[in-house]
């Protein structure tokens, strides 16, 4: 019999990570899923714990990590990623983009691991360049409530190219740009889960500002068949992996209470500090380099990840 492919998954309990433990297993790898449960939920890997070849580990990788065996690819995805968290939970953001990747980087050199960096758009900031290309800096408020998401990030893909420099890791580096679905948390924070579970509720949907802020939103199936092509592949750089229809904010919403047929209206709320004013991928690259591009529907997608809200709801 073949050997079975080892994978770790760091935040594996959450949103992305949850439905990589899931990818993996289809895909015959056995999984190692590492969660401290800070934001991430057990609900959301319940169903594989009793699984041949899945092995939860509840642990803090900005603490330490130690797993017995080999590893053929590991993962990082370990981090709060919502405002609504890395606001609350600033310091914890700073240190597991920081020091659990470079834990997460340390344990993929010792197993000869391929390393997978969850990276994210916001390392474009409140972008001058539109749409975002990987070649682009990006326009970052260091010091602002969000920086503390926005630089732990930057800094952990620097810490992964300078790992790939200096040490010949096999690297990787996935910028995630707007991602929805099924398992998402209802109090996420973010626009698509406040909508669905204010519409299927019949409560007010809040708008910040006058809506007319863009976002580019891509079904969390997609992604995850996208990272999976970037894992197997020869590139080192960043990839931009998301979907490029760009939308406002106001659009979401009218589509939101369209799916669910809700009643609820819609209500205005001022604009969070550092809110970015647009957000879309340049996927050139993944088209190119993976043979990749979104396939599922903004309809079909609000759609699936309604049918869940309404079951947890």
């Known amino acids: 019999m073949p050997k079975r492919r080892r994978v770790l998954i760091t935040g594996g309990a959450g949103f992305i990570g949850s439905h990589l433990c899931h990818h993996f297993l289809q895909k015959g790898w056995q999984v ?9 939920s057990p609900d959301n890997v319940a169903d594989l714990l009793g699984e041949p070849g899945f092995t939860f580990l509840d642990m803090d990788v900005s603490g330490f990590i130690h797993v017995s065996g080999p590893i053929d690819a590991i993962l990082h995805f370990a981090s709060p990623a919502s ?23 340390g344990l993929a050199r010792e197993k000869n691991a391929c390393f997978l960096l969850a990276s994210t758009s916001e390392v474009y900031g409140d972008p001058l360049v539109h749409p975002q290309r990987e070649d682009y800096w990006g326009n970052v408020n260091p010091i602002g409530p969000r920086g503390v998401y926005d630089e732990a990030k930057r800094f952990s893909e620097a810490l992964t190219m300078a790992y790939l420099r200096s040490h010949r890791l096999d690297t990787k580096i996935v910028r995630i740009f707007n991602t929805y679905g099924p398992r998402m948390r ?61 939308m406002t904010i106001l659009e979401m919403a009218r589509e939101i209470l369209r799916v669910t047929r809700s009643r609820s ?18 996927i050139s690259l993944a088209n190119r380099l993976l043979k990749w591009r979104p396939r599922v529907s903004l309809r079909e997608g609000l759609r699936a990840t309604a049918k869940d809200f309404r079951k947890r709801l």
């Open 32 to 40: 190692i899923c590492v969660d401290n449960l800070l934001t991430g």
């Open 83 to 105: 405002p609504i968290d890395y606001l609350e939970h600033p310091i914890e953001t700073l240190k597991v983009g920081s020091l659990g990747t470079h834990k997460a980087l």
């Open 186 to 246: 209802i109090q996420d924070g973010r626009a698509i889960p406040t909508f669905l579970a204010q519409a299927i509720q019949g409560k007010p949907l809040t708008v910040y500002g006058d809506g007319s802020q863009t976002r580019s939103f891509c079904y969390i199936g997609d992604l995850v068949e996208g990272i999976y092509r970037l894992l197997n592949s020869r590139y080192h750089l960043p990839v931009n992996l998301g979907n490029p229809s760009e």
């Open 265 to 282: 209206r819609i209500v205005h709320r001022p604009l969070p500090i550092d809110d970015p004013r647009v957000r879309q991928p340049d």
